[in-house]
């Protein structure tokens, strides 16, 4: 069970706070969110999602900037809790439309309604959008979606400046449009998460993709979906050939799951046949598919480090990345680091003539380089040279010292694993019925390391 729930802002302000049972201290945001900011202070990452302070566990999630926290002073498993906490941003999401601390403040009713219905005295009753519909009977205010900084999942469909259309991130599942109208409208996100580590030579050393079709329907009624997938999908391998009897080639070029469930929702009549999902999809944002896969794949980025000595007191540093995804693929908010010696004491940064759109930083409290890129084209190359200096001579090898060069990203309309939706078939009311569909990829970085 947990005793507390509290949204806080980055500055550090309460927007929501919820005490269930009253064993906790009051003033427990203040403590929690003082901790999490000594622990980036101090020099280190990130403060873990889990910790202990005075007997209180601390359990929290990031989302779009805002921190979702919940306390408790019993033994609770943390996986639990950091999944109730990202159900709990969906939920509020879905009714809102727009997350954000504007959103938030201007539907504190609401948003109060819901975590009264959510968590009773500390227990989970439910997550479900669709059961909470039923109980909740305030009307959301909905904030302007247009005048709002590309900021967390919307930010994963854009293109430069242009956003894709009907974006479903900034639509209540509640409310209506102006004029009591709905937009008849279904969007199907695939999702993929990959982790590539490299070794100092450049060849793969691990490889996965965690990938999700994530699902958001605004069609009223509730009609029957058909999701067709690659007809050679197959799941599971054994020597190399699939263990279960699913048809389907497991050769060259088949996209090869090596496990996947899905959502209650689906059915898996016809998916043995012709790799066909049937579901009536609920209401609100929702995972129809989660899988894995370990198959080899092309990776989007290739990283070349070189590291030179330019005598006892220098070196010199050339970070290359090139982009092998195709041309017509353009890659956003890429980040390169690279932790440096614990002796550098100054960098300097030599980018290509005509770069746009490029920072470079040396974070001194950590000694780590970081190179930011606006945005990619693919089938591009960008290079970075940066010059060390040093407060002691070097008494051993300076690539030991150096390194890992770790990347993150984001590549709009373009998925490694090649899992498509090859058609969505919506149930027809009439023959004028004729809803809007969307269907979008999308490719992070969960882990992407090169060794140096």
Not at 314 to 340: C, G, H
Not at 350 to 365: I, Y
């Amino acid at each position: 069970m947990i005793s507390q729930f509290f949204v806080l802002s980055q500055r550090g302000d309460s927007i929501v706070f919820r005490d269930y049972r009253g064993d906790v201290p009051k003033g427990s945001a203040e403590i929690f969110f003082r901790k999490v900011k000594f622990w980036k202070e101090d020099g280190g990452e990130e403060a873990p999602p889990v910790f202990n302070v005075d007997g209180v566990n601390y359990f929290h999630v990031k989302v779009v900037g805002l921190l979702f926290v919940a306390t408790s002073r019993t033994n609770l498993s943390p996986s639990l809790v950091l999944e109730l906490l990202q159900r709990i941003s969906r939920v509020i999401k879905d009714y809102l439309g727009v997350l954000n601390e504007d959103s938030l403040r201007k539907n504190f009713v609401l948003v109060y309604e819901l975590l009264d219905e959510v968590v009773d005295f500390g227990y989970v009753q439910t997550t479900s959008t669709e059961i909470l519909k039923s109980y909740i009977f305030n009307e959301p205010i909905m904030i302007d979606a247009g005048r709002l900084p590309p900021l967390g999942p919307a930010a994963m469909f854009m293109q430069g400046t242009k956003r894709m259309p009907g974006t479903a991130i900034t639509k209540s599942v509640v409310a209506n449009e102006p004029g009591g109208r709905k937009r008849e409208e279904i969007f199907v996100d695939i999702i993929e998460k990959i982790s590539i580590t490299f070794s100092s030579s450049g060849y793969i050393l691990t490889s996965e993709i965690d990938g999700t079709i994530q699902m958001k329907s605004y069609l009223t009624g509730n009609p029957e979906i058909r999701l067709a997938l690659n007809e050679d999908l197959s799941i599971g391998r054994a020597g190399g050939r699939s263990v279960y009897d699913y048809g389907g080639s497991a050769g060259s070029g088949a996209v090869i799951l090596d496990d996947c469930n899905f959502h209650e929702s689906v059915h898996l009549d016809s998916f043995d046949v012709d790799r066909t999902l049937t579901l009536v999809p609920p209401d609100g944002e929702f995972p129809v598919m989660n899988y894995r896969i370990t198959q080899e794949f092309k990776p989007p980025f290739r990283i070349n480090t070189l590291i030179e000595e330019a005598g006892s007191l220098k070196a010199e540093v050339i970070l290359k990345i090139r982009a092998e995804f195709p041309s017509d693929i353009t890659a956003n908010t890429i980040l390169v680091q690279m932790p440096l010696p614990t002796y550098t004491s100054r960098v300097s940064f030599e980018l290509e003539p005509g770069a746009v759109g490029q920072t470079t930083d040396f974070k001194e409290s950590n000694k780590r380089l970081e190179w930011s890129l606006k945005k990619v084209l693919g089938v591009s190359d960008h290079t970075l040279r940066a010059k060390l200096t040093f407060s002691q001579e070097s008494h051993g090898n300076i690539t030991k010292e150096a390194g890992p060069v770790s990347m993150t990203f984001t590549i709009p309309m373009y998925n490694p694993s090649r899992l498509q939706v090859k058609y969505l078939q919506i149930a027809k009311k009439s023959k004028t019925y004729n809803p809007y569909r969307w269907v979008r990829y999308v490719t992070q970085a969960n882990s992407y390391v090169a060794r140096i």
